[in-house]
């Protein structure tokens, strides 16, 4: 499956921004779907998913600031950031999975096999 997302942009600490991730597919309700995000020289880091059920789980860095949903009809994942930090700049990439199961939110990189290209979010002190 193909993943676009969008969203990101330069905002101030305290700030807010939404990111939407789009899937290609048929089936958007058969998949795990999950953000992380890599800031320059780190490793890519988990933020949330969201399981085929709508369960949901967060990194605790990000845990009461940020919230991910899905639409199932429309084929896309939210991501809801608020109360932006310095230290959340970085490019936030989607990623997806097939056949999970139901209540599961995947949380390590290795468990998704599909990704989205990326976007920048950036937070200005």
């Known amino acids: 499956v193909q993943l676009q997302a969008s969203g990101g942009g330069l905002v101030q600490t305290g700030g807010s921004l939404r990111l939407s991730c789009v899937a290609s597919?048929?089936?958007?309700?058969?998949?795990?779907m999950g953000w992380f995000r890599q800031a320059p020289g780190n490793e890519r880091e988990f933020v949330a998913a969201i399981s085929r059920s709508g369960d949901t789980y967060y990194a605790d860095s990000v845990k009461g600031r940020f919230t991910v949903s899905r639409d199932n009809a429309k084929n896309t994942v939210h991501l809801q950031l608020n109360s932006l930090k310095p230290e959340d700049t970085a490019v936030y990439y989607c990623a997806s999975e097939l056949g999970t199961e139901y209540y599961y939110t995947p949380r390590s990189t290795f468990e998704y096999t599909d990704w989205g290209k990326g976007t920048q979010v950036t937070v200005s002190s």
């Open positions: 597919t048929r089936i958007f309700s058969n998949y795990a």
